[in-house]
């Protein structure tokens, strides 16, 4: 009994000892960070002997810091892109094991399903063997001493502190709509890919590995049909049924550099999907808002339109000006501008010959053929009131908007731009993005 007493006085103690330091640290100007920093690793890294109790201090202080993140609108790679932004890989890999540590609370049927994406992403799991065992064998994995490790953790736990409430994109884990402003379609748990998706992504596998381009025009050409079909069979679902459809939100990464030309490619995709998009610039993501069956397809497209833009704005800046100077930031910066400029156009002629398509009865099956049916008159009601639907959830989650111009001061990189647009493919591209 007396032994199990003091475990537990020492434990109390370590954790006072982080929770001292972690406010320390917290409430730190920045002129003073780097003392309260050094002094609160120091602490933390003292003792051998207690190093595991601060481990396992440090996992219970983590579940408490991201859960109040969870409540605060953030999800699992909106935390991750944070650390990745301000800080340094071994801050990452620690985020990555608290966010999991965190999760254990949560059954995955409690999570939805861009959530459970979101966690098989970026890796969470609990790797290790025991809470008192975490500290030291993360230090041996990264080879990180005591006192370096002690100041990661206080740093990663600053910035996560310091993130002020945003509009929440779906509910808290456990929480199915949690008294949230909205009630979002992809609060629903996970029951797996709509089979409908999977055919799209069959589909673009496909175009991605032949060796044929006109093959591949066929395939993606037939992917980007199905895509249309699939948004306006789920419109037409959901109006015929018992239960209100709503719109939902996600968040997707946009990063420097050229994040201004990023955020309007991403725009025009949305658009040309009857989505909309708010960027916070400061955080390096945009909220897309729309139907749930219309957020897949804008994830699906913007990725591989980002990965075709780049590689081309590459191949075009890696030349000389016609004048033999070489090609600068402005150029690329109005070749993305211009990239994106063009498909939207493309995207939204895309949208409307679907459209037009549907509403005089050509329905495309999800085996690629077509069939005439009759035509039905709700279709451009129904598309109607689910754009209103949308813009109203912009106006409940953003009430306070301002938009941005962006300049083109570079005319070769416009024309290469918009002749790259020309030339890419609409269908999704798996792919890292490289500056």
Known sequence: MGRRSGRAGQDSAVEGLLASAVQQVVAAPAETLEYALDGGASLLAASAEQWPEVGRALLACAERAVGRCWTAGWRPADLVRVVRRELGPVHLALAVDLIAAEGRRHPAASLDRRWQEQLRELAAEVWWGSDEAYLPEFAARH?????ALATAALELLRAWSLLPPIAPVGPVPGQQGGGRAFDPAAARPAAGEPRMLGRIRALLAKAESTEFPDEAEALTEKAQQLMAQHSIDEALLAAGGPAKDAPAALRIGVDQPYESPKAMLLDAVAAANRCRVVWAKEFGFCTVIGFDADLDAVELLYTSLLVQGTAAMHRAGSRRHQDGAPRTKAFRQSFLISYAARIRERLTEATERATADAAAGRHLREDGTSEQLAPDERLLPVLAARGQA?????????PKLVSQRVRVS??????????AADRAALHGRAGAIED
């Not at 570079?410 to 002749?419: I, L, T, V």
């Open 143 to 147: 080879r990180q001493d005591r006192f």
């Open 390 to 398: 949308v813009d109203d959830t912009v106006g409940r989650m953003f």
């Open 410 to 419: 570079d005319g070769e990189g416009w024309a290469a731009g918009r002749a």
